[in-house]
């Protein structure tokens, strides 16, 4: 008898496949969480201690975690519980109003994230600059390490950063040799137990680092005999629960408010971090679904509601835990809710041997996490991004001030920083050859137009002169500013012209007039436009031709003329600036773009893209043969080939689209695809074998794996589809997806974690784009095997809700 295992899903499990695959799945989540276990342990004796919290209260925290926001969060192999980004708040509010009212601080501070959870806010924390999170939490592992090197020495940690600077030269003089040997020796194996080499060294790093430094030392310091203060766990029938809060109303919301924004924040930042990793990974079979982080900060919330009621302290996402997690090669949040079941029994039956951990080995361990919070890689993407005054002072700020003072402080320099880069503009006037050039780079606003209107008026009267303008934006005080200084210059007899990036000369003053430029979709929006003839020359025997000198051609060919006559004289005047730097720097596009060769897809309109932004392959059906079909075209395959290996692009977009003729074609054809040597009218996919008919064989899987009952059907978040074309035109996105995945540089790309893919359908009539969840199959409300198109733009918020 097969019995049903619950699902990730929370729907009603299906009965165990018979080829066992169930307790595969099972397998690997129990192994996983037994890994994650072993890291959870030790480091929640070392935040309790960190934060002086009792430290049951840490082992409360990660079952908690476990148990609770396993079950209820929205990302399934997200491991949470306590973490070392709470512990300097959670340290100053212990010692400002004690351990039961931190315990009713930590509840509310769950309660606000249900109420943050249910407005739908969650993707609202991503919006924080990168530089203030990184520095924030670096700010707070320099706190860390610096607390915790006292116990490293034998001491006791002062109240702040600063006292424990100070306290430094005092602890260095009155060292604790047995403390600072058996500390030594825990920072000694977490940093060489990775490095341990050979095959030996391979099986041993199967223990974690955190599990073999506490193990060791504690072995060690019995074995020597040192006299050394260690972990002592009361009886859990003497364990402080919550009490009445003791304060001042707008300190203890203060508390509240900062352990609700610091745990939200590493929370659903972790969550993304785990979707990266769990899409890096080479799992075949295996699809986890992605984070839901609404979802996940009301799970999170539950989560600390819980444990505060239960005398623990705060949980939120931890990411180390969470990538032990992912690399163990947990499935589902199974393995999650395991490591929270061991840390419990942990909890209940192991305290004889919890009692023997030394407490300078837990403070040596949690000393090595807060050094490593100060992240090198971040630090050279915040330099690399010039935010590295962002970071600096945020950094700085949470040490010598706090968590929340330093956040806000450093959110006031960001602000300002990008305030500075919008409103700084160098503004230059030269002759050069008897023309006066005015250069301005930056963003033209208000806050520029007096240096602007000062610059200009140094341009003598009736004198020739050039305005350049490199930069992206103007307002329209700055706009103002041009056209008068223009009109009254030209009056006075001299001559003024604008141009932009590279000296391209342009032919009319930007503007946000729609009589000045056309929009982008002008000379199209009528769909049957017609494009006025091009103007013709002199017809002279002597006459040059000129450059808008159309030959006497057929209509097709006088309106193909016409155009880039058109794109010659307008147009190109304005993209010569941004068309010369691919050109000099050669292509560098982030996306290999598939899709159908229908006229009425615009690639560049959908997708808001300009040159070399999209590698684009276009052919009928948007189809991937996949290697080794019969008739296979190479040159898709090539494409795919250079676009991954060559250019290295990032992701890939499969796109169809609504009323595509193939997927008609092929829904017309009465039977199945002819194979090698049968290619009659009556059983192939169109009447004869002709190259169409042969193309179109590789849409074939499609057609039956829309036609195959036992899989769900793809679809479009919140409707069915309006007919077959309309679900074979979606499914065959989904198929082509799988046929890419069979290419080599795709599966490589993929393995490496360098490589994404995306589904995609635009809908042609409502000029409406639809992403498939997940890249590839399931999603928010989508079932098991079911593939769902979710609506993009103002619409799929409230589509979301519905």
């Known amino acids: 008898m097969s019995v049903g295992v619950p699902t990730h899903t929370g729907r009603p499990a299906r009965p165990a496949p ?41 082992l409360v925290a990660a079952a908690v975690g476990g148990l609770v926001v396993g079950r209820l969060g929205g990302a399934p192999l997200q491991v949470s519980g306590p973490a ?94 047995g403390a600072l040997s058996v500390s030594a020796l825990t920072v000694g194996v977490l940093l060489l137990w990775p490095r341990l080499p050979g095959r030996a060294g391979r099986a041993v790093r199967k223990i974690p680092a955190a599990l073999a430094a506490v193990a060791l030392s504690t072995t060690a310091a019995a074995l020597v005999g040192l006299r050394l203060e260690r972990v002592d766990l009361p009886s859990w029938s003497s364990h402080v629960l919550p009490g009445l809060p003791e304060g001042p109303v707008l300190g203890l919301l203060a508390a509240v408010l900062t352990i609700t ?21 080479k799992t075949p079979g295996v699809r986890v679904p992605r984070a839901r982080l609404d979802r996940e900060l009301a799970g999170q919330g539950a989560g600390n509601v819980v444990s505060g009621a239960l005398g623990g302290l705060p949980v939120t996402g931890v990411a180390v835990r969470s990538a032990a997690n992912v690399a163990a090669g947990g499935v589902s949040r199974n393995s999650t809710m395991l490591h929270g079941l061991w840390v419990a029994v942990a909890a209940l039956l192991l305290v004889p041997v ?39 002072v945020t950094l700085t700020a ?17 602000v300002a920083v990008a305030l500075h880069r919008l409103t700084r503009t160098r503004i230059t006037v030269e002759e050069r050859d008897g023309v006066h050039r005015v250069c301005a780079r930056g963003q033209l606003t208000f806050l520029a137009v007096p240096r602007l209107s000062r610059m200009l008026h140094q341009v003598p009267q009736e004198a020739r002169c050039v305005v350049e303008l490199d930069g992206s934006f103007m307002d329209h005080a700055a706009y103002e500013a041009l056209h008068d200084w223009r009109s009254a210059h030209v009056a006075q007899g001299g001559t003024a012209e604008f141009a932009g990036r590279a000296g391209a000369r342009i032919t009319e003053l930007p503007s946000s007039e729609p009589h000045v430029r056309c929009r982008l979709w002008a000379p199209w929006r009528n769909h049957r436009h017609v494009v006025p003839p091009a103007p013709r020359p002199d017809p002279t025997p002597d006459a040059a031709p000129g450059p808008d000198d159309a030959p006497a051609l057929s209509s097709g060919g006088r309106q193909l003329a016409s155009g880039l006559s058109l794109f010659q004289r307008n147009t190109a005047p304005l993209v010569r600036g941004e068309l010369a730097r691919p050109a000099r720097e050669g292509q560098r596009p982030s996306q290999l773009f598939l899709t159908c060769a229908d006229s009425r897809l615009v690639t560049s309109v959908i997708t808001s893209s300009g040159p070399g932004d999209l590698f684009t392959v276009r052919n009928v059906g948007n189809l991937v043969p996949p290697p080794g079909a019969v008739g296979v075209d190479d040159s898709v395959a090539a494409a795919i080939e250079y676009a991954v290996d060559v250019l290295r692009v990032e992701s890939i977009t499969v796109c169809g689209h609504s009323g595509c003729g193939a997927m008609q074609a092929l829904l017309d054809t009465p039977g199945p695809d002819p194979g090698p040597g049968n290619h009659s009218a009556d059983a192939g996919v169109v009447p004869s074998p002709t190259p169409l008919a042969r193309w179109l064989r590789h849409g074939q899987p499609s057609l039956e794996r829309m036609r195959n009952r036992r899989q769900e059907g793809a679809r479009i978040s919140g409707r069915l589809p309006a007919d077959a074309v309309e679900q074979l035109c979606l499914t065959n996105v989904v198929q082509q997806l799988e046929h890419l995945r069979a290419h080599d540089a795709v599966a490589r790309g993929l393995a490496e974690g360098r490589l994404e893919l995306h589904g995609m359908y635009f809908h042609v009539g409502e000029a409406q784009a639809y992403l498939l969840a997940d890249g590839v199959g399931g999603g928010a409300g989508a079932a098991p095997g079911e593939e769902v198109f979710n609506r993009v733009g103002p619409a799929a918020r409230e589509e979301s809700r519905a």
């Open 18 to 58: 018979p080829d066992g695959r169930r307790f595969r799945i099972a397998g690997a989540d129990l192994s996983a969480s037994i890994s994650v276990f072993l890291i959870a342990l030790p480091l929640s004796l070392g935040i309790a201690l960190a934060t002086g919290a009792p430290l049951q209260a840490g």
């Open 84 to 177: 070392a980004g709470l512990t300097v708040v959670t340290a100053d509010v212990i010692q400002r109003y004690g351990w039961r009212t931190t315990c009713v601080i930590t509840v509310c501070a769950g309660l606000a994230q249900l109420g943050l959870a249910a407005l739908r806010v969650a993707r609202s924390a991503l919006a924080v600059s990168p530089a203030i999170v990184h520095g924030m939490l670096a700010g707070i592992g320099v706190t860390i390490a610096l607390a915790q090197l006292h116990i490293v020495l034998g001491g006791s940690p002062q109240s702040s950063a600063v006292a424990n600077v100070r306290g430094l030269p005092a602890q260095l003089a009155h060292l604790h040799p």
């Open 398 to 414: 949470v040490v010598f001030t706090g968590v929340l003072e330093g956040v806000v402080i450093g959110i006031a320099v960001a």
């Open 261 to 281: 924004l610091v745990g939200s924040v590493e929370s659903l930042l972790s969550a993304v971090a785990v979707d990266k990793l769990v899409a890096a990974r």
């Open 354 to 392: 919890l009692d023997l951990i030394p407490l300078a080995a837990l403070a040596a361990l949690v000393m090595v996490v807060g050094v490593q919070m100060v992240n090198i890689t971040h630090l050279r993407s915040v330099r690399r991004n010039r935010e590295l005054l962002v970071y600096a």
